[in-house]
């Protein structure tokens, strides 16, 4: 095991049992009202009657308000906090699995370790897709979806759902093929947390109604014709199997909120069905679609489509992944991450990428610590004990010049904080799960920045 994993994982062990203890409401719940109760006075039995309700005094009729109140918080606003909730603090540790599992990844494997590497990543991007999905399916009856424009490295993400469709065929002994056409731009703005959620969701139903044969992914920008002269571009993703294949009234009722294709399908396999209808409403937000089709010779493919901006990769950044990520070397990071398990994460990949990070455990702190040290940046999470990041962020940049105006990395596993991040100042914003490239990436673009600034 390599040396800078041996300390990481001692000190998982060592700290994973010190969880953050959620946070509960202050506000307390109005007091419960006990059903009056008459007795008959002929049969002596216990009865209740409108007529006790009809006698209350006029001044009570603001009650209904209260309760009226209450179910409101109970309703799809609190599933949606909550769900919310949920998606920062399982992509913390989520991070940390894709994190390590990547960095073993670039370790000297034997084919049978790489296959358990490839297992564990791909299990892990799967449930941050899972996490994207629901919160999405808590706001379908709102205002719709904010889709997020980042820029990101577009072949590297198919390439990665390529690597998760493999080791999950793999797995379950079926072949997989993955072609990446040498057309698609390689980088691009566009929602990837989102489009990664969505293609992890349709390779796991391929493999889940396959049970023997072959699953492909091909990846492709749609012809040139259909190119908008915005610099926008449609991109194809297309998963076949060979599987249990379905007929034309099972795909109409595919999409639908809560449905399967058909009663024995749901029974044989499990699952919700709501992951479906999910990728629909995110490929229609992304300003694409997603449909299904019967394969020649058995089968369905899937064809998700979006639209996404082509984009120029960063100066100095390869042209795709390869082995290596763009790194500003020896930076001095603060780091504000009260997760036991989120500090050892991050400080892996801090030191992989050559950098070194200091650790405070609330925001209140870090005003006063960047005065004390030359840091050349600072990563905040959004959530934590005490003031919010975004409070933290405000305090950091009403300092005195240059403390004031030093490189601020929002991190958070609700994408709906960058909003209120960049407001408060932040310079760039990740969501978690965050990958060392996609880290390595936001501090150079956002150093630089700051540097040419000055």
């Known amino acids: ?57 006029r001044h009570t009729r603001a009650a209904p308000k209260t309760s009226a109140k209450s179910g409101a918080r109970s309703g799809p606003g609190m599933v949606e906090t909550a769900l919310a909730a949920f998606a920062h603090e399982v992509r913390t540790p989520l991070t940390g699995i894709l994190a390590i599992s990547n960095l073993l990844a670039t370790s000297e494997l034997g084919e049978r370790e790489r296959r358990w590497v490839d297992t564990i990543r791909a299990g892990a991007e799967h449930l941050a897709s899972l996490a994207t999905l629901f919160v999405d399916a808590a706001r379908s009856e709102g205002p719709g979806l904010e889709i997020r424009q980042d820029f990101f490295d577009l072949r590297t993400l198919a390439r ?62 749609v012809p040139a014709a259909k190119r908008r002269a915005d610099g926008r571009i449609g991109v194809a993703f297309a998963i076949s199997d060979s599987g249990i294949g379905l007929t034309l009234a099972e795909v109409k009722r595919l999409f639908r909120p809560f449905s399967q294709a058909n009663v024995s399908i749901a029974a044989r396999f499990g699952g919700s069905g709501l992951g479906l209808s999910s990728v629909k409403q995110l490929a229609r937000a992304m300003g694409g679609d997603v449909v299904a089709a019967q394969r020649s010779g058995g089968g369905t493919t899937f064809t998700l489509n979006v639209v996404l901006v082509a984009a120029e990769g960063p100066a100095g950044a390869p042209a795709s ?46 005003a006063d610590r960047l005065g004390q040290g030359a840091f050349d ?26 403390h004031g105006r030093i490189v601020i ?43 040419a600034a000055t």
């Open 321 to 366: 992944e390869g082995t290596a990520a763009p790194s500003s070397q020896g930076l001095r990071l603060l780091s504000v991450e009260d997760n036991p398990f989120g500090r050892v994460v991050l400080n892996t990949i801090l030191t992989e990428l050559g950098h070194h990070a200091e650790f405070i455990g609330q925001g209140e702190g870090a």
């Open 1 to 57: 095991m390599p040396c800078w994993l041996r300390g990481g994982v001692t000190e998982i062990m060592a700290t994973s049992s010190r969880g953050r203890r959620s946070k509960r409401r202050a506000k307390g719940a109005p007091p419960k009202t006990r059903a009056a109760k008459t007795r008959d006075s002929k049969t002596g039995k216990a009865k209740t009657g409108k007529a006790r309700t009809a006698a209350k005094p």
């Open 377 to 402: 940046a600072v990563l905040m999470d959004m959530v934590l004990p005490g003031i919010s990041g975004v409070e933290a962020i405000k305090r950091i940049r009403a300092l005195p010049s240059p």
């Open 409 to 451: 990395v929002g991190i958070s596993g609700r994408a709906e904080d960058e909003a209120a991040a960049r407001a408060a100042g932040a310079d760039a914003f990740l969501v978690k799960p965050v990958s060392p490239r996609a880290l390595a990436t936001a501090l150079l673009e956002a150093t630089r920045r700051a540097a």
């Open 160 to 221: 990665h759902a390529g690597d998760s469709l493999a080791g999950r065929a793999a797995a379950k002994g079926l072949r997989a093929s993955v072609e990446i056409s040498g057309k698609l731009p390689a980088f691009a703005v566009g929602d990837p947390v989102r489009l990664r959620a969505a293609l992890e969701n349709l390779i796991d139903n391929a493999v889940k109604f396959t049970e023997q044969g072959s699953i492909e992914l091909r990846v492709a920008p």
